[in-house]
């Protein structure tokens, strides 16, 4: 990610793409949310960047067993520590 985007910029690129993770890896995923992912990626290519780092830090576990859970786990970890910094720069910033 570029230094030139704020800190809550980057906080709240962070969460989404953490979340959108999360919801990709939904088998019961809508049609619109799908459109709605695909429209975040378009949108800022730092979307892209931010989604795929996300990805790399869950893994790309099969679904089902323990991989899969260790990665939703790591997922919502990063999804909370970009949840605390954005918080910490807001109450600093």
């Known amino acids: 990610m570029t230094t030139s985007q704020s800190p809550q910029a980057d906080s709240k690129r962070q969460q989404e793409a953490a979340a959108w993770v999360l919801k990709n890896r939904d088998v019961n995923q809508s049609a619109h949310e799908s459109c709605a992912f695909e429209a975040w990626i378009d949108q800022d290519p730092e979307n892209r960047s931010a989604y795929e780092a996300a990805e790399r830090l869950t893994g790309n576990a099969p679904s089902g067993g323990k991989p899969r ?11 909370g520590v970009a949840l605390v910094a954005g918080a910490l720069v807001l109450m600093h910033g």
């Open 69 to 79: 859970r260790l990665g939703m786990f790591v997922a919502i970890a990063i999804f």
